[in-house]
C-alpha cells in the first residue's frame, strides 16, 4: 500500500514543507471537503446575547429556517466576537427541544396540563384581564383621592425584553390603570 | 466580574496587561481574584466601613484631588446649622421620627443666604415616610438633587459646617483599625486598597470602581453605591476617562427596563408615576419634577412628561384636558413587587404576569412566591421554557410539605410559548446606556410570539371588549393611541406582528403634523405639537434613522466607537464628561484629555460627544435670577444636579441620611461596632409571620444563626435558571446545586467534600452538595472568628438539573430608597446531611423558630 503509507501524515509532516503539523500534512481530503456551516448558511442576523447586560454582539446563521449557529460579531467594540460560556451556548437556547411551542392551561384544580388554542387563549386572558379590572376598580382611596386604578391585575418581567415590548407593556397596564407592575430591577 | 461578566472583563485585562493594577474585594475568591494583583476577603455586608476607611484615609491625609473637589463637587457648600451627625446622636442623624422609623431632613440642608428657604430646597422636605413606600429615590437615578442653584459656599473649605469639613468628621472613626474589626480585613490589606487608590488617582491618572449589582441587594444598598460615589468624587475619577462607577447589570436590557420602566413608581425617563397625595394635577406633577428655581435640564420637564402623555393618548390629549393627566392611574403607595407578593398570600391580587421571569426561584422568600401565586385567580407566565413559576402547583416544595394541594390550588395557568431573541427585532439597553437593535434571524416555531405581539393583540382584544362603553373610567383605554403598523410573520391577517420600528419611533419622538422624527429631546415641546414616549431615548432615530442599529466595525473607529449602536442621551458614552477638562476647559492633563474647550471654535469639541450644551463657554456665569438649563454654569459639570454640582453630602432624595454609614445587615451575628444603631433604622421592612428575621443583636438567641452566607452567580448559569437549566449546554457545566465552605468549617461541623448539608434559616431550609474549598476563608471580626458560607442561586425543581433554591432561604426586608431586597447577606446555620422532606421539612424550621424565638408578630427590631 505504497500510496497510502505516502499518504501517512506524520511522513507527510517529515518529507514536506509543513514540518510543525500545523497545516498541508495533517489535512485529508475529509477535511477539505469540510465546510463550516456559517459559510452555508442562507441568511445572516446581527444580533446582542440575551444573557447578561455586557451587550456582546452576536451573528445568528440560519439555514432551512433553523438556527445552525451563532457566534460573537467580531466588528462588535464590546466584545470583539468573543462570547462566554452562556453567549456561546444560545445556539442550544434558541433550539432546545425543551422549548414550549404550544399553549398549556391549568385549570382550576386540575393536576395537569392540557393544550389549548392560542387564539382562545389570549380570549380567555382578555375576558379575565377585563374581568379583574371591573372587579378590583377603585376611582378613589380611602382618603376620598382620586386613583383611578386597579391593585386586581399586577406583572413582573422586562429585564430580558426590549424596549419596544416594555413600552408597550407600560403603556397597556397604565392605560388599564395597573400599577403593580414591576421588573428584575426591583430584585 | 470574570464569573458573571466574563467579556467584559476582557478590558480588565487589557487594562492590567497595560499596567493597570486590579484589586478585588469579595467575600470568596473567585476567577477575577484569580486574575487581580491583590484580592481582599470580606465580611459580606461591611462595604460601607470599608470604604468609609478609605474615605477617611483620603481625607485625613488631604489626598484628594482638590483643585476638582472645590470646582465640581458640593464639598465647599455650606449645610444648616441644625445638621447633627450620627457621631453626636449614636448611629441616627438629626430628624429621626421613631415612631414612623424616617427622617426629616430639614436641618440636612445647604445654609440659607436668605431667610427664607428657596422653594427648590424646601418642596422635597415633606412626606419621607411616602417617598420610602414609593422608592422616590429611584427617580433621582436621573434627576439628582433639586436644592438651590447657589447655595452659600467656602472655597476655603475651613468652615465647620461646609460638607468638606462635615465628611471629615463623619469618616473620622473609620480607621484602619475599625476597618480590621469590622471587616475581618487586615489593617495592612486595608491600607494597601486605600494607597493604591488615592496614588492611582487625580490629575494624571485615575482609579476605575466596578460592582456588580449584588450591591443594589443590601438594606443599605444604595448607601454603598453612594460611598463609591463620595471617593471617586474626592478623587476627581467621575466624569474622566479610565474613571467612574460601572454599575454591572445582570440582564440584557435590564437597564432599558429601568429607563422605559415596568416598575410601579416610575413612568418612561424617569418621570414619576403620580401620586395620589402630591399629583392632581397636570400642573403639579411638573413642578414636582422641574422644581422652580433649580438649575438643570428637569427645568423641561414640562416639554418630557407633555411629550409622554401625548404619545400615551394620541389626539385625545389636548391642552384644554391637560394632555389627559387625568387618565394616569395613581400611586397611594408601596406597589412594588414585594408588597405585591403579600397582598397575594391575603387574597387582594386577582391576575399575575410573569414575563421571562421565575419569581418561584429568583425572588426573595421563594414560599411566599409560590404560595401567593397559589392564592390568584390566574397567572399567565410568557417563557421560553415551562420554569417552577408555571409549575408551583404540582411540583413546587410547597406541594412536598402538604402547603399546595393541586386538587385545592384554584388559581388558573396560562402557559404561553415566548420568541427567543433571535426571532424577533428590537432593542436592548446594556449596562453602559447603549442601545443595540437585533435584527430578527427568523420567525418562531408553532404558538411562540415575542411580548409586543402578545401585547399588542391583548390591548386591541381588551379595547374591543370596553368598545361602546360610555364609563368614563374606561376612556383611557378607549383614547390610547395603540395604532401600531402590523407585518409578516408569525401570525397573519389581524393576528400580525406589530412592527418594533415603529414602536422606537414613538419612543423617540416626532413632530405630530409632520411625523418628521425629533433628533434631540431639546426639540420637544410642552403645547402638543411633539409627542415622544421616552425623552432620554430621543436621537435614537434622529434623521429617520434607526441609530440602534448602525454597526461601524469597532476597529474602524477610535476606543469611544461612537458609531456602534446609540447610547443615551444624544449618543453620549460617558456621562458628565465635562468634568474631564477642567474649570477652564482644558484636559486636566494630556493623558487623560477626553472632552475639551475648542476656544477657536468657541465649542466643546473631544473624543465624545460632550455632556454640556455645546456653546456654552467654561466662563459662563449665569445671571443671578437665572433658572434652569441657563442657571448651568460654565464649569458646573453635573448639569442634572439642583446646583450643578457632584454630590458628597446628599442634603435631598434619600430615606436614610445625607452620607452613608456603617449599619449591619439586618441579620447579622455581631453588634455593630460602630455606633448603638445596630441596623439601618429607615429600611422597609414586613412584620408578619410568614416572613420572620432571624434574631441579630441586641436581641437574643442570635448564635442559633452562627454563619454568614451570601449568594452569587456562576459563570454557566443565568439568574433563576430559566435560561440554563433547560440548555443541556450549561446544564452539563454545572450539574448541582453545591455550597461552599471553608475547610474550617467543614471540620467545626463535620461536613464532607461531596456530601450533603442543610443551610436553615427562619424561611426555609434548603440541602447542598458540599464543596470544602480555600476559596472562602474564616475571618476574625470584632475580636472572634467567623465563618461564612456561599451559595449560587439557580436551581429549582424544573430543568435538566434539580436542586434547591437559595433564594428560599432569605427573608424580605428592603432598602428604603428603591425597595430593594436585603439578598446578598444573611445569617444561617449548617449541619451535615440533607434535610428533611415532606412536612418535617416545615418542623425543622418551625423548631429553629422555637429555638431563636424569632421576632414573628408585633415588635420593633433593632
Sequence with gaps: MPKAFLGWPVLRQLTGRDTLGRGAAVRSPRTDATVARTETADSVARSVCPYCAVGCGQLVYVKDDEVVQIEGDPDSPVNRGRLCPKGSASKNLVTSPLRQTTVKYRAPYATDWVDLDLEIAMEMIADRVVKARNDTWQELDEKQRRVRRTLGIASLGGATLDNEENYLIKKLFTAMGAIQIENQARI | ?862
Excluded at chain 2, 466596578?210 to 443590601?218: K, L, N, P
Excluded at chain 2, 421571569?357 to 397567572?379: E, F, T
Excluded at chain 2, 422597609?684 to 441579630?696: A, G, Q, T
Excluded at chain 2, 461531596?754 to 471580626?781: C, D, K, Q
Aim: glycine share 10%; aromatic share 10%; with cysteine.
Design chain 2, 1 to 862: 466580574m470574570a464569573e458573571a461578566h466574563p467579556v467584559g472583563f476582557q478590558w480588565v485585562m487589557e487594562a492590567k496587561a497595560r499596567g493597570a493594577k486590579v484589586i478585588h474585594v469579595d467575600p470568596r475568591f473567585t476567577r477575577t481574584s484569580a486574575l487581580a494583583d491583590t484580592y481582599v476577603p470580606i465580611r459580606a455586608g461591611s462595604d460601607i466601613a470599608f470604604l468609609g476607611g478609605i474615605v477617611n484615609h483620603v481625607l485625613s491625609n488631604e489626598l484628594d484631588f482638590r483643585d476638582y473637589v472645590v470646582a465640581y463637587t458640593n464639598a465647599a457648600t455650606i449645610v444648616s446649622g441644625d445638621f447633627r451627625d450620627t457621631d453626636d446622636l449614636d448611629g441616627l442623624f438629626s430628624g429621626f421620627d421613631p415612631e414612623t422609623r424616617t427622617y426629616d431632613p430639614s436641618s440636612w440642608q445647604y445654609a440659607e443666604e436668605q431667610e427664607e428657604r428657596s422653594a427648590a430646597q424646601a418642596d422635597d422636605s415633606g412626606d419621607t415616610e411616602t417617598q420610602r413606600e414609593t422608592a422616590a429615590g429611584l427617580q433621582s437615578e436621573s434627576h439628582g438633587m433639586q436644592v438651590q442653584g447657589n447655595p452659600p459656599r467656602d472655597p476655603s473649605l475651613q468652615h465647620p459646617n461646609c460638607v468638606y469639613q462635615i465628611l471629615k468628621r463623619h469618616y473620622a472613626r473609620y480607621t484602619p483599625e475599625m476597618v480590621a474589626r469590622t471587616c475581618g480585613v487586615s489593617e495592612e490589606q486595608f491600607l494597601e486598597v486605600a494607597q493604591a487608590w488615592a496614588e492611582n488617582s487625580r490629575r494624571d491618572r485615575t482609579t476605575a470602581l466596578v460592582y456588580s449589582v449584588g450591591w443594589t441587594q443590601h438594606s443599605v444598598g444604595v448607601q454603598y453605591i453612594r460611598t463609591g460615589a463620595i471617593l471617586q468624587l474626592l478623587l476627581g475619577n467621575m466624569g474622566r476617562p479610565g474613571g467612574g462607577i460601572m454599575a454591572l447589570r445582570g440582564h440584557a436590557s435590564i437597564q432599558g427596563s429601568t429607563d422605559i420602566p415596568t416598575l410601579f413608581n416610575l413612568l418612561p425617563g424617569y418621570l414619576p408615576m403620580p401620586n395620589a397625595e402630591e399629583h392632581q394635577s397636570l400642573e403639579q406633577w411638573i413642578d414636582a419634577v422641574r422644581k422652580p428655581g433649580s438649575k438643570g435640564f428637569w427645568s423641561n420637564a414640562g416639554a418630557y412628561g407633555v411629550n409622554l402623555l401625548k404619545a400615551y393618548w394620541g389626539e385625545a390629549a389636548t391642552p384644554e384636558n391637560d394632555f389627559c393627566f387625568d387618565y394616569l392611574p395613581k400611586i397611594t403607595g408601596d406597589h412594588g413587587t414585594y408588597r405585591t407578593v403579600m397582598d397575594m398570600i391575603d387574597g387582594q391580587v386577582k391576575g399575575y404576569f410573569l414575563l421571562g421571569q421565575n419569581p418561584a426561584v429568583g425572588s426573595a422568600h421563594g414560599r411566599a412566591q409560590r404560595l401567593g401565586m397559589a392564592n390568584l385567580d390566574w397567572v399567565v407566565v410568557r417563557d421560553l421554557f415551562e420554569i417552577e413559576s408555571a409549575t408551583f402547583w404540582k411540583t413546587s416544595p410547597e406541594v412536598a410539605t402538604g402547603e399546595i394541594v393541586p386538587e385545592q390550588c384554584r388559581t388558573e395557568v396560562f402557559l404561553m410559548p415566548a420568541a427567543s431573541h433571535t426571532e424577533k427585532e428590537g432593542t436592548f439597553t446594556q449596562t453602559q446606556r447603549m442601545l443595540q437593535w437585533r435584527e430578527k434571524a427568523l420567525d418562531p416555531k408553532g404558538d411562540c410570539r415575542s411580548e409586543l405581539w402578545f401585547f399588542y393583540h391583548l390591548g386591541r382584544m381588551v379595547r374591543e371588549r370596553y368598545a361602546g362603553s360610555t364609563d368614563e373610567r374606561d376612556r383611557p383605554l378607549l383614547d390610547l393611541a395603540w395604532d401600531y403598523p402590523t407585518h409578516g410573520g408569525p401570525g397573519d391577517g389581524e393576528w400580525g406582528e406589530p412592527d418594533a420600528e415603529a414602536v422606537l419611533k414613538e419612543i423617540n419622538g416626532y413632530e405630530v403634523a409632520t411625523g418628521r422624527p425629533l433628533s434631540s429631546f431639546t426639540e420637544m415641546r410642552d403645547d402638543g405639537s411633539t409627542l415622544g414616549g421616552c425623552w432620554i431615548y430621543t436621537g435614537v432615530f434622529a434623521d429617520g434613522v434607526n441609530q440602534a442599529a448602525r454597526r461601524k466595525p469597532g476597529a474602524e473607529q477610535g476606543y469611544v466607537a461612537p458609531e456602534w449602536g446609540w447610547a443615551w442621551p444624544a449618543n453620549r458614552r460617558m456621562l458628565y464628561n465635562r468634568a474631564s477638562a477642567d474649570p477652564e476647559g482644558r484636559p486636566w492633563s494630556e493623558r487623560k484629555a477626553y472632552v475639551w474647550w475648542d476656544e477657536a471654535a468657541q465649542e466643546w469639541t473631544g473624543h465624545d460627544v460632550p455632556d454640556f450644551e455645546k456653546t456654552k463657554p467654561p466662563t459662563y456665569l449665569p445671571a443671578e435670577d437665572a433658572e434652569g438649563v441657563a442657571a448651568i454654569a460654565g464649569a458646573d459639570p453635573f448639569i442634572m444636579q439642583g446646583d450643578g454640582k457632584g454630590a458628597l453630602f446628599v442634603p435631598q432624595g434619600l430615606i436614610d441620611g445625607p452620607m452613608p454609614t456603617h449599619y449591619e445587615p439586618v441579620e447579622s451575628p455581631f453588634r455593630n461596632p460602630f455606633y448603638a444603631q445596630q441596623a439601618n433604622p429607615t429600611r422597609k421592612d414586613y412584620v408578619r409571620e410568614d416572613n420572620p428575621m432571624n434574631p441579630s443583636p441586641p436581641e437574643e438567641h442570635s448564635e442559633v444563626f452562627p454563619y454568614v452566607f451570601t449568594t452569587s452567580r456562576l459563570t454557566e448559569h443565568h439568574t433563576a435558571g430559566g435560561m440554563s437549566r433547560y440548555v443541556a449546554r450549561l446544564a452539563e457545566l454545572q450539574p448541582e446545586m453545591f455550597v461552599e465552605v471553608s475547610p474550617e468549617l467543614a471540620a467545626e461541623r463535620g461536613l464532607e467534600n461531596g456530601g450533603f448539608a442543610t443551610i436553615v434559616t427562619l424561611r426555609s431550609a434548603i440541602e447542598a452538595r458540599v464543596l470544602v474549598t480555600e476559596r472562602l476563608s474564616p475571618l476574625r471580626v470584632d475580636g472572634r472568628v467567623i465563618h461564612q458560607v456561599w451559595l449560587p442561586y439557580h436551581w429549582g425543581e424544573g430543568g435538566l438539573v434539580t436542586g434547591d433554591s437559595a433564594n428560599d432561604l432569605i427573608g424580605v426586608s428592603l432598602d428604603p430608597n428603591v425597595l430593594i431586597q436585603e439578598s446578598k447577606v444573611g445569617t444561617c446555620d449548617v449541619q451535615p446531611g440533607r434535610r428533611p422532606t415532606g412536612p418535617a421539612l416545615r418542623e425543622l424550621v418551625a423548631d429553629y423558630l422555637r429555638r431563636s424565638q424569632g421576632t414573628t408578630g408585633e415588635g420593633e427590631r433593632p
